[in-house]
């Protein structure tokens, strides 16, 4: 039997990295069918953190929520002009159907 192991000691490894790999991913891919993502329409007086309070998701605290937004819209400062739309993160069956801001 020891020599067994030892003759096919580097074929059990990579098996179990592949296992251990195939776990890693399939846990990704079920994190990522929560998550859905929505546009919102900047309004006069709109800002990152007034928006962050009126749709920030249960999974990210509001500065992460800020920071998802300034990455993945490419904003590199808080100014935000009216008429701009960014994408922001939504679990899925949540989906916003108002604007950043109430008229």
Do not use: C
Not at 47 to 58: M, R, S
Not at 71 to 93: A, E, F, Q, R, W
Not at 95 to 101: E, G, K, T
Request: no cysteine.
């Amino acid at each position: 039997m020891r020599s067994l192991v030892k003759k096919h000691s580097y074929t059990l490894l990579l098996a179990g990295l592949v296992f251990v790999l195939s776990l890693i991913y399939s846990m990704n891919l079920n994190n990522d069918g929560k998550q859905s993502y929505q546009s919102v329409t900047v309004q006069s007086g709109d800002t990152l953190w007034k928006i962050a309070d009126q749709y920030k998701t249960e999974d990210l605290t509001k500065v992460e929520f800020i920071d998802w937004i300034e990455k993945h819209n490419d904003i590199y400062s808080s100014t935000l002009k009216p008429g701009d739309n960014l994408i922001i993160p939504v679990t899925k069956g949540e989906l916003v159907s108002n604007l950043a801001s109430e008229q």
